[in-house]
């Protein structure tokens, strides 16, 4: 059973930072591309960040550029996302995803920044 769990979310102040973790299970995680995408209360869900399979190549959306770093361990089957510097516009809800043969998404964990 494919299953991908995300963690990590929670309430925290401008300024600050929280560090997400996706644990996957039931596929081959080190052959899928894993990217965390985000979605804000009446909008569209949009990428984040993503890294290849192998952890070599990463990209980032525009805006959070030089405060969130995604990474991956490989034998623990886990993608990170440590996130600094939020800002209350970062407030979503944060699904990752894997894609490869197939397309997998967890269900989300909520982040909220606000003093």
């Known amino acids: 059973q494919v299953q991908l769990v995300e963690s990590g979310g929670g309430l925290v102040q401008p300024g600050g930072s929280l560090r997400l973790s996706c644990a996957a299970s039931g596929f081959t995680f080190s052959s899928y591309a894993m990217s965390w995408y985000r979605q804000a209360p009446g909008k569209e869900r949009d990428l984040v960040a993503a890294?290849?399979?192998?952890?070599?190549?990463?990209n980032y959306a525009d805006s959070v550029k030089g405060r969130f770093t995604i990474s991956r361990d490989n034998a623990k089957n886990t993608v990170y996302l440590q996130m600094n510097s939020l800002k209350p516009e970062d407030t979503a809800v944060y699904y990752c995803?894997?894609?490869?043969?197939?397309?997998?998404w967890g269900r989300g964990t909520q982040v909220t920044v606000s003093s």
């Open positions: 995803r894997a894609v490869h043969l197939f397309t997998y």
């Open positions: 890294i290849g399979s192998a952890g070599g190549s990463t």
